[in-house]
């Protein structure tokens, strides 16, 4: 397993993370329960990764409680990221709606006890607000009190989690301006580049470490979706609709020859493009299963594509039609 700092926090992460919303939610096909849940958490650690992201609201609660209790005997050995945002208490969340969120003072300091507690320990080394808007980057009451939680040593760093879909590119440009923001975390994939590379560029200029969910393109890059597949509404990937898929099946073709001519899969090359950027900190590979645990954790060998088929990747990309994203409902 390989290292990155991340970002001017200079905390070292591990190139590949455990997302860790998984183990607590029923969105991925796959309900993963307790016990399995414990051996992934474990497995992860054994295998060198130390960073494990995650969210207050993931299960309301769940996803910290399993990591407080399965992998406090190493606290001090690992990275614990957690985000917050979403008052969820007493509201049933109904689909992928979002809830309503807060960043205000006294919901920050409440919701930071209640992961603490959950987590089992005394501070958070990255905390994060989860998919804020453009106001809430423009709050300056929402950074002094972040900043006041750090000289409290409660929290180590922040960063900031851009969502709940892909786009929001004024918002992590913004937030990067921010001094504490270490890290700021994206969709970002091989075939969903728009806006990671500006996102990317920004970083390396503000020494801020870029944190990538969605690696795998909901599955089209891991062979788990193809033209057939038939996606329940409960599960995440239900927002990818027939023709997205269509079209995403036919880059990849495009793609196969650069993964044979490295002697790599799919899923391999899709990784192994991201472990090659500059400005990247850590990958969350989307996991159900010690087995992909295992492999994903393989990919971070140092073994990266050459400037050569990095430029034609780049050049594939720039030849694909644009896509829409998920507009910011702020105006700039």
Same mark, same amino acid.
Do not use: C
């Given at each position: 397993?390989?290292?990155?700092?991340?970002?001017?926090?200079?905390?070292?992460?591990?190139?590949?993370?455990?997302?860790?919303?998984?183990?607590?939610?029923?969105?991925?096909?796959?309900?993963?329960?307790?016990?399995?849940?414990?051996?992934?958490?474990?497995?992860?650690?054994?295998?060198?990764?130390?960073?494990?992201?995650?969210?207050?609201?993931?299960?309301?609660?769940?996803?910290?409680?399993?990591?407080?209790?399965?992998?406090?005997?190493?606290?001090?050995?690992?990275?614990?990221?957690?985000?917050?945002?979403?008052?969820?208490?007493?509201?049933?969340?109904?689909?992928?709606?979002?809830?309503?969120?807060?960043?205000?003072?006294?919901?920050?300091?409440?919701?930071?006890?209640?992961?603490?507690?959950?987590?089992?320990?005394?501070?958070?080394?990255?905390?994060?607000?989860?998919?804020?808007?453009?106001?809430?980057?423009? #709050?300056? +009451? %929402?950074?002094?009190?972040?900043? =006041?939680? /750090?000289?409290?040593? *409660?929290?180590?760093?922040?960063?900031?989690?851009?969502?709940?879909?892909?786009?929001?590119?004024?918002?992590?440009?913004?937030?990067?301006?921010?001094?504490?923001?270490?890290?700021?975390?994206?969709?970002?994939?091989?075939?969903?580049?728009?806006?990671?590379?500006?996102?990317?560029?920004?970083?390396?200029?503000?020494?801020?470490?870029?944190?990538?969910?969605?690696?795998?393109?909901?599955?089209?890059?891991?062979?788990?979706?193809?033209?057939?597949?038939?996606?329940?509404?409960?599960?995440?990937?239900?927002?990818?609709?027939?023709?997205?898929?269509?079209?995403?099946?036919?880059?990849?073709?495009?793609?196969?020859?650069?993964?044979?001519?490295? #002697?790599? +899969? %799919?899923?391999?090359?899709?990784? =192994?493009? /991201?472990?090659?950027? *500059?400005?990247?900190?850590?990958?969350?590979?989307?996991?159900?299963?010690?087995?992909?645990?295992?492999?994903?954790?393989?990919?971070?060998?140092?073994?990266?594509?050459?400037?050569?088929?990095?430029?034609?990747?780049?050049?594939?990309?720039?030849?694909?039609?644009?896509?829409?994203?998920?507009?910011?409902?702020?105006?700039?």
């Amino acid at each position: 397993m390989k290292y990155k700092k991340l970002g001017k926090s200079g905390i070292e992460v591990s190139e590949i993370g455990f997302g860790a919303w998984t183990i607590a939610l029923n969105w991925w096909g796959k309900e993963i329960h307790e016990d399995e849940a414990a051996k992934m958490l474990k497995r992860a650690y054994d295998l060198g990764i130390n960073f494990f992201e995650t969210a207050d609201m993931y299960g309301k609660g769940k996803s910290e409680t399993l990591i407080g209790k399965y992998l406090k005997d190493v606290r001090k050995e690992i990275i614990i990221s957690t985000k917050y945002g979403y008052d969820f208490e007493g509201v049933e969340q109904i689909g992928h709606s979002e809830l309503p969120q807060s960043f205000a003072p006294d919901f920050t300091n409440k919701a930071l006890r209640n992961s603490l507690e959950r987590l089992q320990t005394g501070y958070v080394d990255v905390y994060g607000l989860h998919n804020p808007k453009l106001n809430h980057i423009r #709050d300056d +009451t %929402i950074f002094q009190t972040l900043d =006041k939680l /750090i000289e409290e040593q *409660k929290i180590n760093t922040y960063q900031i989690a851009l969502g709940p879909a892909i786009g929001w590119t004024q918002e992590g440009i913004e937030a990067m301006d921010r001094t504490n923001v270490s890290a700021v975390q994206t969709v970002y994939n091989i075939l969903e580049q728009t806006p990671g590379n500006e996102l990317f560029d920004m970083a390396i200029q503000k020494d801020v470490g870029i944190l990538v969910r969605v690696p795998d393109a909901s599955g089209i890059l891991t062979g788990k979706v193809n033209a057939e597949t038939k996606i329940d509404e409960k599960d995440h990937r239900s927002v990818r609709k027939g023709e997205w898929i269509k079209s995403a099946l036919q880059k990849v073709e495009q793609l196969r020859p650069i993964a044979q001519r490295n #002697d790599l +899969t %799919i899923t391999e090359l899709a990784i =192994k493009f /991201i472990l090659s950027k *500059k400005g990247f900190a850590s990958v969350f590979p989307t996991v159900i299963s010690v087995e992909e645990i295992e492999s994903f954790a393989a990919m971070s060998d140092g073994n990266y594509i050459n400037q050569t088929d990095m430029k034609e990747i780049d050049e594939l990309f720039n030849s694909w039609p644009a896509y829409e994203l998920k507009a910011t409902t702020q105006a700039a």
